[in-house]
């Protein structure tokens, strides 16, 4: 029989309310606040590397982080996140190098059933995201669940992303659609 936990990482309907995982967010948010709470950036980015599942060169992320468990993000070489990420890491978030992110960017890989009723039960589940290379998203803006983001795209402050962006691509708005290609000359 599946755990909770083999559900969740399998992208099924699971109950987070399920004793393991509630354990696993709570060891989670003691490594939130000694990531925020430490005291030189050095000892901020070695809890920040011990604290999430792959951790590339030369990250550096700004207070307050916020992540469910860690273990499900993978981070590639030399990104930048500004003040008050969030990452909702029920599913893989994986985020390849040279990524920026502006303050208070979230992304939510978390949703919930559409069936009023299922919903009622509490069970949750939560689709991959997956940010190539040499993207920066705009402060403010939101990533759901299950969302690609395709290299040297740019993001638009304050944008909500609700399908996949093509590499090279500017998208923005409510819900985010293309506004121009990326020059890459």
Known sequence: MMTEKQRMLNGELY????????????????????????????????????????????????????????????????????????????????????????????????????NPRERATGLELGYPITIGNHVWIGAGAIILSGITIGDNAIIGAGSVVTKDVPANKVYAGNPARYIKDVPLD
């Open 15 to 114: 109950d987070s309310r399920d004793p393991e995982l509630v354990k696993e967010r709570h060891k989670a948010r003691h490594a939130n606040k000694a990531i925020n709470n430490a005291f030189s950036i050095k000892e901020r980015m070695q809890q920040f590397k011990q604290s999430i599942g792959k951790c590339g060169e030369n990250p550096f992320i700004e207070p307050d982080i916020h992540f469910d468990y860690g273990y499900n993000i993978e981070i590639g070489d030399h990104f930048y996140a500004n003040c008050n990420p969030i990452m909702l890491d029920v599913a893989k978030i994986k985020i390849g190098d040279h990524v920026l992110l502006g303050p208070n960017v979230q992304l939510i890989t978390a949703t919930h059933p559409l």
